[in-house]
């Protein structure tokens, strides 16, 4: 089945703590992005990729940290600058910037 | 930067209604608008894209409509089941940028 897989599905992080959030796409698609949602608020994009080796900041990318090595393979790290990081992260891809979105299960992270 | 805002923000309707969930967005030079389903605790689920050359698409009981001109989308939903209760989430992407979503709209329909 091809799809967007997301690892882990829940996350606990102490205080502190670098957190790394694993997005996988077997859609051959070359864009690929995370999203960061909180309750009341519409999703707010992170960083997003267009093509593998390239990466470009989104709204809110401070604290967060990525790379693009594969072009199936987008993680995401947390890191301990971000303030305030507890939220539900959502990962999504396309075949190019402009194309139809697919988004993955999504992973919560909680800051203990 | 593109605003889009979703009204209403919950919506109660029952058993075999047809409802309307409507999106508006401040910048009309769109590349494309979708439509997504939430349900609680998941990701999101693509619904219908609409081009910004088109006015309407559909999928089944689904029909998005794309008025430009006037920064509006509506998502028309007949004969509605209880198992479509869940966020819909409306997006817009002008030219060159990101998604732009709004705060979505709560559906419940009752048996």
């Known amino acids: 089945d091809g799809g967007i897989t997301q690892s882990p599905k829940y996350l606990f992080r102490k205080e502190g703590q670098n957190v790394t959030l694993s997005c996988e796409q077997n859609?051959?698609?070359?864009?690929m992005y995370w999203y960061r949602q909180d309750p009341g608020q519409g999703l707010r994009l992170i960083y997003y990729?267009?093509?593998?080796?390239?990466?470009q900041k989104g709204d809110i990318a401070e604290g967060y940290s990525v790379s693009r090595e594969k072009k199936e393979s987008f993680p995401l790290t947390v890191t301990s600058a971000q303030k305030n990081p507890t939220a539900f992260y959502l990962c999504?891809?396309?075949?190019?910037?402009?194309?139809?979105?697919?988004f993955g299960p999504g992973t919560r992270l909680t800051v203990l | 930067k593109q605003e889009v805002t979703q009204i209403p923000a919950a919506l109660s309707v029952p058993e075999g209604e047809n409802l309307v969930l409507n999106c508006s967005f401040t910048d009309s030079a769109i590349y494309n608008l979708q439509w997504f389903r939430q349900d609680p605790g998941k990701g999101l689920t693509s619904l219908l894209l609409i081009q910004s050359s088109q006015r309407e698409q559909t999928s089944g009981r689904l029909n998005a409509s794309l008025d430009k001109s006037s920064g509006r989308s509506t998502l028309y939903i007949a004969a509605s089941q209880p198992g479509d209760s869940a966020t819909y989430l409306c997006a817009v992407q002008n030219p060159g940028d990101a998604l732009n979503f709004g705060k979505g709209t709560s559906l419940l329909v009752t048996p």
């Open positions: 990729s267009q093509i593998v080796n390239d990466f």
């Open positions: 999504a891809s396309s075949i190019g910037r402009g194309g139809e979105q697919f």
């Open positions: 859609l051959n698609h070359d864009a």
